[in-house]
């Protein structure tokens, strides 16, 4: 059993894919190690919790996003710390860095979530520039990631961009992962949609998500009349998208649902469409996969989601709403071709298990306690 001190600024929202996943990590290693949680929001065993904050410039933009900052207790910090046999810090802001202090004064091993993709956070506040994204990356690397003694990244995309900016440590590839409860389920298909084409689309109502994108293409598509938009999730831009949403032959359809209904839809839609521009790994179009459900996906520079494509049928040209147009036409042509990929996508989903990559988390984190006591 390893005494585990997991640091993370937020564990308990609902809208980032980062945050879902890292509350899964943490309930499983709840069960089979010693882990104390230090972050912020609702007491609980074994949780410490400091206060939160939002950067002023920024208020808006984190709470739209999900997202907020604690502010670390060094006193407190040190105390957990002291008893820990080994740190993961989940996110490189105050609270990371100044754990990842203490932890290398006491000599503990660290070990760093690659999480934050600097794209995401300019995107998000109007600053996208190559080298702005580029001067954050070695921000990152040499205040915090260089100085762990290892990296766990969601992707092989994730690790090449941080070998790209000259990480120096190791970096192993963890999957977010794929829980077992998204599977192939029968259920039934909405009354209202039954004879529509269902496109689903599932995550944060932001601008890198590209939901405007998506019914652009609709609207160009010459199935247009029979196609029915749905769309999951919360964020800064649902007023904007629900009227957006309004002007497609049947107006798109949109809620925010529980993680039942959600694995109903995925059940039930015909195509799965993620059209993001910037994704470490791509959470929802993995559990969409796992379901069962084909999915179209942009291949753009800055996302990791491609890697699940089934062949480059199922890829488009990122930003592109004539290449989109285009495969999504196809697809409803071939519907049988289209149903007919159900299986091979779920066999594919597979290899993201959740329990195999918590497992090798858990190899990697032994390995590094039994490493440093035998220095």
């Known amino acids: 059993m390893v005494k585990i001190v997991f640091v993370a600024d937020n564990v308990d929202g609902e809208k980032s894919g980062g945050v879902v996943s890292t509350r899964r990590f943490i309930d499983y290693f709840k069960k089979t190690d010693?882990?104390?949680?230090?972050?912020?929001g609702e007491a609980e065993e074994?949780?410490?919790v400091f206060p939160d904050f939002y950067l002023p410039f920024a208020k808006k933009q984190m709470q739209e996003m999900d997202f907020l900052f604690a502010w670390p207790n060094k006193k407190v910090l040190r105390a957990v710390i002291k008893d820990?046999?080994?740190v993961h810090i989940q996110f490189p802001f105050f609270l990371g860095y100044q754990a990842l202090k203490i932890a290398r004064k006491m000599n503990k091993p660290v070990v760093f979530g690659f999480h934050v993709q600097p794209e995401n956070l300019m995107w998000n506040i109007g600053l996208n520039y190559e080298w702005l994204n580029a001067f954050l990356y070695r921000f990152f690397i040499t205040v915090f990631y260089n100085k762990a003694d290892l990296i766990m990244s969601p992707s092989i995309f994730g690790r090449q961009m941080l070998e790209k900016f000259s990480i120096q440590v190791p970096v192993e590839i963890i999957s977010n992962g794929l829980p077992e409860q998204f599977r192939p389920k029968h259920c039934v298909k909405d009354p209202e949609f039954a004879d529509k084409f269902v496109i689903l689309m599932v995550g944060r109502l932001a601008k890198e998500k590209r939901h405007d994108l998506v019914m652009q293409a609709i609207k160009q598509s010459k199935f247009k009349e029979k196609i029915q938009l749905v769309v999951t999730g919360q964020g800064a831009l649902r007023a904007e998208l629900i009227d957006l949403g309004n002007t497609l032959p049947n107006p798109a359809f949109f809620e925010y649902v529980s993680q039942e209904k959600l694995i109903s839809l995925f059940n039930t839609a015909?195509?799965?469409?993620h059209a993001s521009e910037i994704e470490l790994e791509g959470m929802a179009v993995l559990e969409a996969i796992g379901c069962g459900l084909p999915a179209l996906i942009s291949d753009a520079e800055h996302s990791a989601s491609a890697q699940f494509a089934l062949n480059d049928d199922f890829l488009f040209s990122a930003g592109d709403s004539a290449s989109l147009v285009c495969k999504l036409d196809y697809w409803i042509e071939h519907?049988?071709?289209?149903?007919?990929?159900?299986s091979a996508y779920v066999e594919k989903a597979q290899t993201y298990a959740f329990d195999a990559s918590v497992q090798h988390a858990r190899l990697l984190y032994q390995g590094l306690v039994d490493s440093k006591a035998n220095k």
């Open 46 to 48: 074994n949780k410490i």
């Open 335 to 342: 519907e049988a071709e289209l149903k007919a990929s159900k």
């Open 84 to 86: 820990a046999d080994l």
């Open 34 to 40: 010693d882990l104390t949680i230090v972050s912020t």
């Open 270 to 273: 015909d195509l799965f469409i």
